[in-house]
């Protein structure tokens, strides 16, 4: 029997492209890229100029003015997603018992955006260190701290359950789903309302990628920007937005007759101890996690049909995860796709490890593989089918997702279709 | 393994988990030893803010750690990459795991994990690479604010520096994070995980990161220390913000015991969390039923608990919402109520982890810390809470309960180890 069996009942998605769950598996499975030139701030004078942008109108999502006043972006993206996901999955929350309902948020840099904002007027543009505090907003302090991300998911569904913000960096969008996971297992809850959200594309954060040279440089081609696995790939390109998802043990799921997406089965995550941003090439620790998630899931790498890579860009990234899925699945690795959806999407940061698993799930629901867009010319060091360029059509009935970030962290989580798992 | 190691090791076919270590880096002391005696001395760390001027401001409190300095404690390079939250941690990580006298060497790298809570990020740094950006332009901002302002720089840190390649992660729930953090890694333990460094620190004591905390109306506007923050009292007005925190480490019982543990502080026996309503949906706060759900975790009845270590906020409504469940559960006045944070200031994410820290204490000392300033509680609220003096009493198990601005409550229960 397995330790992990859970059900993804809905699926809410808010990302560049498209918004909204089937708009977004449109937009990944186009091979099209929502990267474009930063328009949310005028980014000239910084070294990327480019990223993967949402054009968001709150109003037409259903948020109030009070709503998009209180809620930093970050928290937008999370309610809206959220929104959708409870909708999708035919639950009837208002029905339940609140207290049997968590909630578990993953966010990488939390309410940055907001907090970037008020601070340029407390400081007037920096100019003061002791900040004047008359200039301070009523919602500053849900700003500074990113659990209000969490908590504005809980009031608007009324959850009274465990709630947190699960914050690990670039890992947190599937840690969430992980820790989502253990309260549905250990019989904490019998919903988790679950997923990721970050709002990045903030003079702050870019200025922080520009300072480590992680970001693209390719400001004159802004579509063509993120290249994961391409020999002339240079660096990431930032992107925000949100997944959440309806969480239920398998057996609940079954028995009210919801539709199914995906089993979870496995998750595990390991650290490489070794540096908070470099990566050593062989990609032990996360060949580790995939190995531990497998066996929880109790599926062998023959078992798995498509790899959900990390797939940043970064000339370091997709060599450590291309070494590391190689250790961890074998011979089964030059046999499978692994595409990368940053491509188009961007890398959100704490949000991107749920968007991958929603893509993942429709991989799962639609047995099409999403591709990676940009890859032209594969890195020798980059030896696996990584889908280049177009979308393939292609019995899907696992999927593992990886994840790697600041902190060393790296995650792994393994999908199931509803037959395979029940097999 | 013989039998009755077998059955005092687990709980319902589950590991059980056992803290061997402490580490304490406080306003009213740095090391446990010396926070400890300053705790029971009723010895406060709140004063006047000093390390900005903070004049202009209606609150000009707090618990700030003085004198530390982190050169002394951690590697050059350490100390610039990483922020003041993440200093204390990783002095109190030291002193934690010297106190577990460990060698992490002899234990399986992946079976290592490092679980910490923090609630604003690296405030001071942030504050100062911001500054930077808007004044001079994205040129200027320091390559380590990437890993110095974000919430996992802690976990991440610790991790690297002592080679702990197992379950890594960080809890985000304000106040509530401390205890959230120790929960999810008694969950890693349960996993598999031999040890785990655990806790959480927090410090967002520059002009900014204090100015955030402004507009909640939480912090107390009364700047005399000894009148500032009184939970339960009469003339509560709020809270003072303090910095630091509490590191543990939690072990697995059965290997604790082989590698030569042979008296753990404690068991973190139970925890549970739940989230409260919306304010104005009309439905009661959830504090009650998660103190009843860490209980029925813990197998406990309420009078199995001989101390509550209380999160105390210091507000009205809070205080009497917290009084109400402790009523509820234990009956009035029936058991001893202490808010050792009266000395320190509330810690955030750094709470919950040092109120664990003073109950294993408590545990181990057989003497319940008090609650300092506090000298007219509201007769309604029926607590017997400890004032002034500790109290010498017997204890086997201690309930901490720590809640979260926004909703977010936490309740841990912990108890001598067989």
Redesign the interface.
């Known amino acids: 029997m397995r330790t992990m069996d859970v059900a993804i009942t809905g699926i809410g998605v808010m990302a560049p492209g498209g918004l909204g769950c089937d708009a977004f598996w449109d937009r990944i499975v186009s091979g099209g890229a929502a990267t474009r030139r930063v328009s949310l701030f005028d980014p000239t004078?910084?070294?990327c100029q480019v990223a993967a942008e949402i054009d968001f109108d709150p109003a037409a999502h259903g948020l109030t003015p009070q709503d998009w006043r209180r809620m930093d972006r970050a928290a937008q993206f999370a309610v809206v997603a959220m929104d959708e996901a409870v909708a999708d999955s035919g639950l009837d929350l208002a029905g339940m018992d609140?207290?049997r309902v968590a909630?578990t948020v993953g966010?990488?840099?939390?309410c940055t955006t907001g907090?970037?904002e008020?601070?340029?007027v407390?400081?007037n543009?920096?100019?003061q260190?002791?900040?004047d505090?008359t200039f301070?907003?009523?919602?500053?302090?849900?700003?500074?701290?990113?659990?209000?991300i969490?908590?504005e998911v809980?009031?608007r569904s009324?959850?009274?359950?465990?709630?947190?913000?699960?914050?690990?960096?670039c890992t947190?969008g599937i840690?969430a789903l992980g820790?989502a996971a253990?309260l549905l297992a250990?019989g904490?809850a019998n919903v988790v309302l679950a997923g990721s959200a970050d709002a990045p594309i903030s003079?702050?954060t870019?200025?922080?990628?520009?300072?480590?040279k992680?970001t693209s440089t390719y400001n004159d081609d802004p579509s063509g920007a993120c290249r994961p696995f391409d020999r002339d790939r240079r660096g990431l390109v930032l992107g925000e937005g949100a997944a959440m998802f309806v969480l239920e043990n398998a057996d609940d799921a079954q028995r009210r007759g919801a539709h199914v997406y995906a089993h979870i089965l496995g998750y595990?995550?390991?650290?490489?101890?070794?540096?908070?941003?470099g990566l050593r090439a062989d990609g032990r620790?996360m060949a580790?996690a995939i190995t531990v998630a497998l066996n929880q899931a109790k599926l062998d790498p023959k078992d798995i049909d498509y790899v959900n890579a990390h797939g940043s860009g970064t000339k370091q990234n997709d060599r450590h995860e291309t070494a590391a899925v190689k250790t961890s699945l074998g011979s089964r690795a030059f046999e499978i796709p692994m595409s990368s959806i940053k491509s188009m999407i961007g890398h959100s940061l704490g949000a991107i490890g749920s968007i991958e698993v929603a893509a993942c799930a429709l991989a799962i629901e639609h047995d099409v593989v999403p591709p990676t867009a940009n890859l032209h010319e594969r890195d020798p060091e980059c030896d696996l089918d990584y889908v280049p360029l177009t979308a393939r059509e292609q019995k899907i009935s696992t999927a593992l997702s990886v994840g790697s970030?600041?902190?060393?962290?790296q995650s792994a989580i393994v999908m199931a279709a509803p037959d395979k798992a029940a097999a | 393994m013989s039998e009755s190691r077998e059955r005092q090791s687990t709980d319902g076919g589950r590991a059980r988990a056992v803290f061997t270590g402490i580490g304490v880096v406080a306003p009213n002391g740095k090391g446990t030893e010396d926070w400890w005696a300053a705790t029971l001395a009723g010895k406060s760390g709140i004063d006047t803010v000093r390390s900005?001027?903070a004049r202009?401001?209606?609150s000009q409190l707090a618990g700030e750690i003085k004198g530390f300095d982190p050169g002394k404690r951690l590697s050059a390079r350490i100390v610039v990459?990483t922020s003041r939250m993440s200093h204390f941690a990783l002095a109190a990580t030291r002193m934690a795991l010297d106190d577990a006298t460990v060698d992490l060497s002899q234990i399986p790298?992946?079976e290592l994990g490092?679980i910490t809570a923090?609630?604003?990020?690296g405030?001071e740094f942030?504050?100062r690479?911001?500054?930077?950006?808007?004044?001079g332009?994205?040129?200027d901002?320091?390559?380590y604010?990437?890993?110095a302002?974000?919430?996992?720089?802690t976990?991440?840190?610790i991790?690297?520096g002592?080679?702990?390649?197992?379950?890594?992660?960080?809890?985000?729930?304000?106040q509530?994070?401390g205890l959230?953090a120790l929960g999810?890694a008694r969950?890693v333990v349960r996993d598999g995980t031999r040890l785990v460094v655990t806790g959480g620190s927090d410090s967002?004591l520059s002009?900014?990161?204090f100015?955030?905390?402004?507009?909640?109306a939480n912090l107390t506007t009364v700047n005399d220390p000894a009148r500032a923050y009184l939970p339960f009292d009469t003339d509560a007005s709020g809270f003072v913000p303090g910095e630091g925190g509490a590191i543990l480490v939690l072990e697995n019982a059965d290997t604790a015991r082989e590698r030569g543990v042979d008296r753990p502080y404690g068991e973190l026996a139970g925890y549970?969390?739940?989230?409260?309503?919306?304010p104005g949906?009309g439905?009661p706060p959830?504090l009650t039923?998660c103190a009843r759900a860490a209980l029925a975790d813990a197998r406990m009845r309420p009078e199995d608990i001989d101390v509550v270590f209380a999160d105390g906020h210091g507000t009205a409504e809070k205080d009497r919402q917290e009084s109400r469940t402790l009523a509820e559960l234990f009956g009035p006045r029936a058991v001893p109520v202490t808010v050792p944070k009266t000395t320190t200031g509330r810690l955030y994410a750094g709470a919950g982890a040092l109120d664990t820290a003073g109950a294993l204490l408590a545990l181990r000392d057989q003497v319940v810390p008090p609650t300092i300033h506090v000298k007219n509680p509201v007769a309604a609220y029926e607590l017997d809470l400890v004032i002034d003096q500790p109290r010498e009493t017997v204890l086997r198990t201690a309930m901490v309960i720590a809640r979260?601005?926004?909703?977010?409550n936490a309740v841990a229960i912990v108890r001598l180890a067989d």
């Open positions: 004078g910084f070294r609140p207290g909630v966010n990488a840099v939390g907090l970037e008020e601070y340029r407390l400081s543009d920096g100019r260190w002791a900040v505090h301070a907003v009523p919602q500053l302090y849900d700003y500074l701290v990113p659990s209000s969490a908590t809980a009031w009324g959850a009274e359950g465990p709630t947190s913000v699960v914050s690990s960096g947190s840690d820790y253990g250990e904490s003079p702050i870019m200025a922080c990628f520009d300072a480590i992680a595990a995550t390991r650290a490489n101890g070794f540096h908070m941003t620790e580790e970030g600041f902190g060393g962290f | 900005f001027d202009s401001y209606p990459e790298e992946y490092v923090n609630a604003s990020g405030a942030g504050q690479e911001l500054q930077k950006l808007w004044r332009g994205p040129k901002v320091s390559p604010m990437s890993i302002w974000f919430y996992a720089a976990t991440g840190q991790s690297i002592h080679g702990m390649r197992g379950p890594c992660g960080v809890m985000v729930s304000e509530a994070g959230d999810q969950r967002s002009p900014a990161g100015v955030s905390q402004l507009p909640t549970a969390a739940t989230f409260d309503p919306r949906s439905r959830t039923r979260g601005h926004g909703g977010f």
